[in-house]
């Protein structure tokens, strides 16, 4: 019980709670139940790349393309939907795309040897003026998307929306690949130590190549559900949400060498950041501040990250020379 209540798991979620305490003291209606499905329901999208983003920096990657993304694979989804497309094909094919753009990441970065960020950073800025060439830069907008298109999203199943349902699915099912697949144990194995994963038989590059392809696969399923929620598709969709989505797993514990993290801490993490988002108006704050904010988390949250990786280096050799 003690190492669960100093876990950062524990600790994020003691914040997250205690902020909300601190914030319906003073704004009792933030605490409504319909406040908190909406927070979490607008959290669903960065919970979702969060998951993804955690699998390739757990195999000592990064992904900033996965915003971009997200805007292409959504900005497809709605031009086939105006073509009268049906639903359950968009989806798939929203999906699909976001794992190919996904997957050309993970070749780059194992069949040439290019580091992950100047790999994603090239595919970001491609991704988004292919979103300018097929769209014409032209706007998609509620009036010309379908009904069934915008609402399955948001349909209510058991008090919480579809998307918030998508969002907790995926997080379990992460939870069961991360924790309980040899997949999931060779991600920690690549990010612990590449070298010693290669003596073992762990095909390092592609590992990281199947992360990269997971968590394009979750961007185009997020680049739909974002449009249907939003009911508007244009160029620049969720531009610079890449970097909340590196905060979220930063936040949440999963170490930015790689090796280290858990689903649990992407969630939270995610959920930190949610609540900031949504909490900053209800308290008179402007918006602008989440930026300032969500950076001196990230630099807090790195600060501890390298104390305790200090701190146990100094358990293990005083543990050797004990026994020495």
């Known amino acids: 019980m003690s190492r669960a209540l100093k876990s950062r798991e524990a600790l994020l979620g003691g914040a997250i709670l205690s902020m909300v305490a601190l914030i319906a003291i003073r704004f009792p209606q933030f ?3 319909s406040n908190l499905v909406g927070t979490f329901n607008d959290t669903s999208p960065l919970i979702l790349l969060a998951l993804g983003e955690m699998a390739v920096i757990l195999a000592k990657c990064i992904d900033l393309s996965v915003a971009a993304n997200l805007a292409l694979c959504g900005m497809v989804a709605a031009m086939m939907n105006t073509m009268g497309i049906p639903l359950p094909l968009i989806i798939l094919a929203a999906t699909a795309l976001g794992a190919v753009v996904g997957m050309v990441n993970g070749l780059l970065v194992w069949k040439l040897d290019i580091p992950p960020i ?11 003026g292919a979103i300018f060439l ?4 032209k706007w998609i907008n509620d009036q010309q998307l379908s009904e069934s298109f915008k609402d399955f999203p948001r ?3 058991l008090g919480l929306p579809v ?39 762990i095909n390092v590059g592609r590992t990281q190549a199947l992360a990269f392809t997971l968590a394009g696969a979750l961007a185009g399923l997020t680049g739909y559900l974002w449009i249907a929620r939003y009911a508007v598709a244009y160029v620049d969709i969720a531009n610079g949400f890449e970097l909340d989505v590196v905060a979220a797993c930063v936040i949440g514990g999963i170490s930015i060498a790689g090796g280290a993290g858990s689903v649990a801490g992407a ?50 050799l005083k543990t050797a020379e004990s026994r020495a």
Do not use: D, H
Request: charged letters at 10%; proline letters at 5%.
């Open 31 to 33: 605490v409504a139940p």
């Open 118 to 128: 100047v790999v994603t950073l090239g595919t970001m800025t491609i991704t988004r």
């Open 134 to 137: 097929i769209s014409g830069g």
């Open 155 to 157: 349909s209510v199943v």
């Open 163 to 201: 998307m918030a349902w998508v969002a907790i699915v995926v997080a379990l099912a992460f939870a069961v690949l991360i924790g309980r697949t040899p997949f999931g144990r060779s991600l920690f194995a690549v990010g612990g130590n590449p070298n010693a994963a290669i003596y073992t038989g």
């Open 267 to 316: 969630v939270l993490g995610a959920l930190f950041l949610g609540v900031i988002k949504n909490a900053l108006p209800v308290v008179g704050i402007s918006p602008f501040w989440q930026m300032a904010i969500s950076g001196s988390a990230i630099l807090a949250a790195v600060a501890i990250n390298a104390r305790e990786r200090r701190r146990a280096g100094r358990v293990i």
